[in-house]
């Protein structure tokens, strides 16, 4: 049986796809089939909106306050079923929080402007940053469309930002373990309308 949410402290996180447009080369998944203890993350097939609200109506664990579009894979890999499942979790619990952990590439990979789509539906999208020079990131996340990554990431948490209440931007405690280099990610993400978190590198 396959994970499609499982939880993580207060929070349930959704497991959409196993796609993405980047390699990182500090992604968990070439470690292990899961985080924090779950299950496999890895995908047998695809779940339909309808599975995931399901899913999401079985599992309802007492304390989850938010849900978290975040598996092994790009959530905007599949926006139409997240915007679905992002709404009906709305409609549903008008109060539960929804965050979306993004690369921040959904515009490349949907191949239209997106982070408008996300207003009324998404409380927080967390954009992977991981560096403020754009040489680096394409060494770092190994991107599918090269050079025209790091300026759509850009763009989409500047426009992201203009939709919805919150906007994170993260860079990873390990390799970002320069003070100065940490610095001028938060200033690029005040410039952009977001906030900088520092997150660990789980391993």
């Known amino acids: 049986m396959q994970t499609i949410v499982y939880q993580v402290k207060n929070a349930v996180y ?3 796809t196993n796609r993405c447009p980047c390699a990182c080369t500090f ?12 299950a496999s993350l890895w ?29 092994y894979g790009e959530p905007t ?26 690369n921040g590439l959904s515009d ?8 408008a789509l996300f ?7 967390s ?5 403020d020079d754009p040489d680096e990131y394409l060494a770092l996340c190994r991107p599918r469309f090269g050079a025209a990554a790091f300026p759509a990431l850009l763009r989409f948490a500047r426009e992201a930002a203009a939709a919805v209440p ?20 938060r200033a690029l993400a005040e410039s952009l309308g977001a906030r900088l978190r520092v997150r660990p590198y789980e391993n």
């Open 77 to 102: 890999e599949r926006l139409d079923v997240l915007l679905e499942v992002a709404a009906g979790v709305k409609a549903r619990s008008p109060a539960r929080r929804v965050r979306v952990n993004t």
């Open 108 to 115: 490349l990979v949907n191949g239209r402007p997106t982070a």
């Open 127 to 131: 954009i992977s940053l991981n560096t």
């Open 43 to 71: 995908l047998e097939r695809e779940p339909t909106a309808e599975e995931v609200l399901d899913a999401l109506a079985a599992a309802d664990p007492a304390g989850a306050r938010e849900v978290v579009f975040c598996g």
């Open 166 to 185: 919150e906007v994170v931007l993260t860079v990873v405690g390990e390799p970002v373990t320069d003070a100065a280099k940490q610095a001028r990610c």
């Open 14 to 16: 959704v497991n959409l």
């Open 27 to 38: 992604c968990l998944r070439a470690k292990a089939p899961g985080v924090y203890g779950s």
């Open 119 to 125: 207003a009324g539906r998404a409380d927080c999208i």
